[in-house]
């Protein structure tokens, strides 16, 4: 569905974490990879700045600049030094009243907490797997193996590992103990679907499209404990489950599991309360699509699933950020109220 906002009337910040502490090499790779959205923003028209953000002092660095004059890009993880502090950015950034891509700061929170989110999809009728939370290790009948235990605050896969499917109550409690010695936070156990796993972008406001479906293929791997998503999956080139785990797109699915597929994730992105883009992940068992989890501010690097998916749709990279910056700007004051 096209936007009728031109690119060139609409300045954009873009603002990007950038930790001193982080070593040399992982400040090249983001200044890397924000400077390739910012030059592809700019490329369809956008008048773009970059804003590091290497410190939690958002309202000094953004100062020089008018809210009332530019779009901010929030492609923030974090505030330096901070963890667990996605939402404080955006929280800022509504403090100073920025509009801003991507989920307000109470979606950020609530997309945070895995418990939360659980119960919302409980309570909404989407199907998700069973589970239960522990913020100790006890035997209290859990019955369902094998299973996946996740830390219940943490994001991007951190502390997902093969070690996290369990076959056994005695498997099961030492994971949990792990995990909340370890991050010191209670541990949530899961039916682990041992199926097909779809990430699926969707985009919009009020008329949300989905994107052509991806599927992570684990067909490389015999042992059940390494058909999983891991943190060394999407972070530490070289390992198995790095270079193993291919990505096939579109994901192989009829129009009944499109459809199906599609009910689920839109139902999902506005049950979370995401907003402009977003992704859901989802594993299939017995014709049941059970949503794993949701995530506003999905990563929108070139080659993430939702840049490729939107690639595939026919978008440019520019494009993939244009679109996202214009959906936010229907909430800005100016060119919300120029439509």
């Not at 991806?214 to 390992?239: H, I, N, Q, W």
């Not at 939107?310 to 978008?315: D, L, M």
Request: glycine share 6%; charged share 25%; with cysteine.
């Amino acid at each position: 569905m096209p936007i009728d906002i031109d690119p060139r009337d609409v300045p954009v910040l873009l603002l990007y974490n950038l930790d001193p502490s982080w070593t040399v090499r992982e400040r090249e790779e983001v200044t890397a990879a924000s400077s390739q959205l910012e030059q592809a923003i700019s490329a369809v028209g956008h008048p773009t700045t970059l804003v590091p953000l290497l410190s939690d002092e958002i309202a000094d660095i953004l100062r020089p600049y008018d809210p009332c004059s530019h779009i901010v890009f929030n492609w923030c993880e974090s505030i330096p030094g901070v963890p667990h502090s996605e939402p404080l950015v955006a929280w800022n950034l509504e403090l100073q009243d920025f509009v801003f891509t991507g989920a307000s700061s109470a979606a950020l929170t609530l997309s945070g907490d895995k418990y939360r989110v659980k119960r919302i999809l409980d309570e909404t009728g989407i199907p998700t797997p069973e589970w239960r939370l522990y913020d100790e290790p006890k035997a209290d009948g859990w019955d369902i193996f094998p299973a996946i235990v996740k830390p219940v605050n943490e994001h991007g896969s951190e502390g997902i590992t093969r070690e996290s499917v369990v076959k056994t109550e005695a498997e099961l409690l030492k994971r949990v103990a792990y995990l909340v010695e370890t991050y010191d936070q209670p541990a949530l156990v899961e039916d682990f679907i041992d199926g097909r796993e779809f990430h699926v972008s969707v985009w919009g406001n009020g008329q949300i499209e989905m994107l052509p479906p991806a599927e992570m293929d684990f067909s490389l791997f015999d042992e059940v404990e390494d058909r999983v998503c891991t943190y060394d999956s999407k972070f530490v080139p070289g390992s198995q489950h790095y270079e193993d785990i291919e990505m096939i797109l579109p994901a192989p699915l009829n129009e009944d599991e499109i459809q199906t597929v599609e009910e689920i994730c839109k139902a999902a992105y506005t049950a979370i309360g995401c907003r402009d883009y977003g992704r859901i992940d989802l594993r299939s068992r017995g014709g049941v699509y059970y949503v794993l989890d949701v995530n506003p501010n999905a990563d929108i690097s070139q080659d993430a699933s939702l840049s490729s998916a939107a690639e595939f749709a026919g978008y440019s990279y520019g494009e993939i950020g244009s679109r996202i910056i214009r959906l936010a700007a229907k909430r800005h004051p100016v060119w919300g109220e120029r439509r």
